[in-house]
C-alpha cells in the first residue's frame, strides 16, 4: 500500500483540505475527486469530505493504490530496472522495442513486459508512460506506478524540468565541440511527407545542447541535452548540422550502414528530475548497449 502523508503546517484560518491538497501538494482536480469517492483520503485517520477545514497539527494520509485494469496481456520478460520505489519505476529499454501496444504491434512491447512485473511482485499497477522512446533508441524510460507520481512527473515534463541526456553516434568531426542548435522543427503537411520532420520557420521552437565527448576516424561521439521535447529532435538537429546519426534510414545514410548497425546509434543514457514525494533530484544512467558499443570499436 503506498500511502502519501503530510503534517498540516502554518495554514491560514478557515483552509479546506481541498485548496490545500492542491496548493501544498500539487494534486490534480481529477485525483482529489477520485480518492475522495473511493474514501482513500484521512485526517487523523478518519475519513474526510471535501470541505473539511483543516487545522495546524493535522495529519493528512491519502491512500494512492487504486484497483484498476489495463487491455495489456502481461508477457515474461527480461526488463532492465535502472531504479524502483513506492511511485516509479525506471526501466532501460533495449533496441527493437515498442514501448507500448499499437495496432501493428500487440505484444512483445515494454509495457507488456512491465505490467507483467507488476503482477508477478505482487504490484497493483498499470503501465503509465511518463516518457517514450522511438522503437529503434534505446535507453532509459519513466513509468508511474499512480496517479499522483503520474500528474507529478507529466507536469515537470510538460515544463522542460526534466533533463533528458542522449548519445549518439554521428558522421564526421565536428567543427564546433559545443554548441547550442536552436532550430524550428515542422511536419509537413501530406501523406508523401510519413513521419518524417524538417527545419522550417513554420515549426515549433526546438532546443538541442551538445557536446562531443569522444571522436574516432571520422566520427564522434556526442551527447545531447534536450530542452525541448519534439518528435525526432535530436536526428534531425544533428542532420541539418551534417552530422547523421549512423544507421539513421529517415534523415542519414542509414541503408548503407546495416553492416554497421541495425539501427540509429542513439542511447536516452542520462535523466535527472525530483522525486514526485520527496523532493529529491534522482540522477539516473544506463550504459551504452552492446550495439553501440561495437560500433565504436568498428569506428576506431
Known sequence: MSILEKQVDNIEKGTKIREYLKAELGLSTRLIRSASLDKRIFVNGEVVKMNRVLNSGEVIKIDLAKDESQDIAPEKMDIDIVYEDEDILVV???????????????????????????????????????????????????????????????????????????????????????????????????????????????????ITQYKVIEEYNESSLVECKLETGRTHQIRVHLSHLGHPIYGDTLYGHGDEEGELIKRQALHAYGLNFKSPRSGEVLSLKANLPDDMNELIKKLK
Not at 565536428?174 to 509537413?188: A, F, H, R, S, V
Request: proline share 3%; hydrophobic share 35%.
Open 92 to 206: 532501460n529499454k533495449k533496441p527493437f522495442m515498442v514501448v507500448h501496444p499499437t495496432k501493428s504491434y500487440q505484444s512483445g512491447t515494454l509495457a507488456n513486459g512491465v505490467i507483467n512485473y507488476f503482477m508477478e511482485s505482487g504490484q497493483n499497477c498499470i503501465v503509465r508512460l511518463v516518457s517514450r522512446l522511438d522503437m529503434n533508441t534505446s535507453g532509459l524510460i519513466i513509468i508511474a506506478k499512480n496517479q499522483f507520481s503520474h500528474g507529478m512527473l507529466s507536469k515537470e515534463m510538460s515544463e522542460n524540468k526534466v533533463e533528458k541526456k542522449y548519445l549518439a553516434l554521428v558522421h564526421g568531426i565536428m567543427k564546433e565541440k559545443q554548441g547550442t542548435i536552436d532550430l524550428p522543427i515542422y511536419k509537413p503537411e501530406g501523406i508523401e511527407n510519413g513521419i518524417r520532420r524538417v527545419i522550417d520557420e513554420r515549426g515549433q521552437r526546438s
